[in-house]
């Protein structure tokens, strides 16, 4: 039995670099190449990367909020990629993202009723029943833990972690199975991430949702995540549970990205990554990584190795795994 709910294969996007007067295309900058996973149904697969690697593309081509060059996207097993607008729409219904901003992606001329009243006018819900359409308002501030009295009032006269938790219930309010968390608690204060994973991590189990987590903070991607995929330059390097990726890391870059961490069971060991940093729009041959890895060799900077499978499902793309 398939118990993906969302299957990726291949999919790339590509932006084109142009320039002169007539804005010729001159080139082509490749945000996303080739990447492939599945999420399972009711689980949570963080994408980790350092910023600019791609993560925010993938995760909005596979909305299509960002239309993908390449590559297959399946949602419970329905191809999306050319789904018509009035097709996607019933689809977005079940996929919502939450971005990193929860003051700029409200609408600050818009009290919190409202903003969770357009969901539900968009996708005709509860349109008939008054007294419905408010019964779906007053669970989705439960959800989100925020008083009723907060519905008269405006995303400026909340905090950062009050507005977040506003834009978790927008999102829910649809009744969606798949939710993009876009860097969803890297704005806000330490104490208040906590109080917003566990929300989110609440709400999985109460309504079975499936998450893609995407953040550069790798412990909070340990805390929420049952897989993690590790992100460099447009490509998946590495992919495996969340378990099996902080206990034993195969690439040498997700080596060096637990290094990073201020604890002492990772930092033990800190490595420091040297050497130029690789150009987006003429990428190096071979292996992306081998300009700053400590144990690339020829073939490293000649062919981009093939993707390895162990066992246990524990995925890399390296020619000297540790």
């Not at 002169?20 to 492939?36: D, I, M, P, Q």
């Not at 806000?188 to 079975?208: P, Y």
């Not at 990073?260 to 071979?286: E, H, W």
Request: aromatic share 8%; net charge positive; charged share 20%.
């Amino acid at each position: 039995m398939n118990n993906n709910l969302i299957e990726i294969k291949d999919l790339s996007v590509n932006f084109p670099i142009k320039s002169g007067y007539l804005g010729r295309k001159t080139g082509e900058l490749r945000a996303v190449n080739r990447v492939s996973f599945n999420i399972k149904k009711g689980q949570t697969l963080g994408l980790v990367g350092e910023s600019g690697c791609g993560k925010t593309t993938l995760g909005k081509s596979i909305l299509r909020l960002i239309e993908p060059s390449n590559g297959n996207i399946r949602f419970k097993s329905t191809l999306i990629n050319d789904l018509k607008n009035s097709e996607m729409r019933k689809i977005r219904k079940k996929m919502q993202i939450i971005f990193q901003d929860p003051y700029s992606s409200l609408n600050p001329r818009m009290n919190i009723r409202s903003i969770l009243s357009e969901p539900l006018k968009i996708h005709n819900l509860f349109n008939q029943n008054k007294q419905q359409r408010n019964n779906r308002i007053y669970q989705l501030l439960d959800y989100v833990q925020i008083s009723k009295s907060a519905l008269n009032k405006y995303p400026h006269e909340f905090s950062g972690g009050q507005r977040q938790r506003i834009c978790i219930a927008r999102a829910l309010a649809v009744e969606p199975e798949f939710i993009v968390c876009d860097e969803a608690v890297s704005s806000l204060d330490v104490s208040v991430q906590a109080q917003i994973l566990n929300i989110l991590m609440d709400l999985q189990k109460e309504l079975n949702l499936t998450y893609l987590f995407i953040s550069h903070n790798l412990e909070i991607i340990q805390f929420i995540s049952h897989e993690v995929a590790v992100m460099y330059f447009g490509n998946i390097i590495e992919k495996a549970s969340a378990s099996e990726i902080y206990d034993n890391p195969k690439h040498p870059y997700t080596k060096a990205l637990l290094s990073s961490i201020l604890n002492t069971n990772f930092n033990k060991d800190r490595i420091i990554l040297k050497g130029d940093i690789p150009n987006a729009v003429n990428p190096p041959n071979g292996c992306h990584f081998h300009p700053k890895c400590w144990k690339a060799t020829d073939i490293c900077k000649e062919i981009y190795p093939d993707e390895s499978v162990l066992d246990d499902g524990h995925i890399f793309r390296c020619y000297h795994p540790l």
